[in-house]
């Protein structure tokens, strides 16, 4: 992953904590259910974004690079593993 | 909502604040991409999971209880809130 | 479910399976992958649309009846089923 | 795409667009709305499993040789269409 992604994931990620504990206030004020559930559904498309980042530059960095150079064992687990991330978005 | 969806979704959401900051770290560690995004999805399967115990407390009480004493107006808005959080996550 | 519902369903149905068949020729003409995955993708989106349209008549009608005239166990296994089809959706 | 994926991608496809037809069978029938959606799920499923198998094909067969010898614009041009079929995947 390179430098922009890692910190650009890292202050999403540390943005949607603070999310999730203001989620956490809601409850403890009882909010409404349907508020709530939404700030949770927001969180959810934010950690969509970070993951999307990570992937994008995993491709380009990472997965170019095993597909230049790597054997082809190493080259396959790379694959597997893009297949795998994907296949989980799609569980439903 | 009741007392202990409450208390059990509050607990949950401590949990994935936890498991976020988690991923922060390993992003700080340069850990490997995929398990990176793994970790993501993880949490966006237990946000799920708290979504889906908020909606279901919902349903039993405020709904209920509207859709046995609300006006009809009042009723509508909280079936169309149902449809709405139904239809985010059909959004792909 | 009601009748504009359900023509509607009917409709937007057979436009999905028309779709699919079409999916099939592009397979067949050996089209881009990317494309072929984006129609697919687009026709879960059309099945979502289909599902949301189904649930909301189904709450303003049967369960609806159901919360004000069903007894305890009748009403409890049809909010069972709402919780159910919403948790199919975050899978992911 | 290499052949064993197209073949299998159309035999998945039929299948889905036979359930579909018969998904409006059922509402014809008048069935039960949840039975519906339920089914309805499934072909969404079926479907995801289809692009699951043309982007495992698409990454080891176009993607590899675009990344081994197409120039830049090519191989960004490639990585970005990954990307764009992950992201629509996590819309939610």
Redesign the interface.
Known sequence: ?DDKT?TD??HR??S??GH??G??RM??D?RY??D???Q??A???A??????G???????T???TA??DADRQE??RM?D????????????
Chains 1, 2, 3, 4 share one sequence.
């Open positions: 992953m890692r994931a890292i990620l540390k949607v904590a999730v504990n989620i956490v409850l403890e009882d259910c349907i709530v559930i939404k949770i559904q969180t959810q498309t950690l969509s974004r970070v993951s999307e990570i992937l994008d530059s995993h491709l380009r990472c997965v170019t597909i230049q080259r396959e694959l593993e893009i297949t795998e991330v994907f296949r989980f978005t799609g569980k439903g």
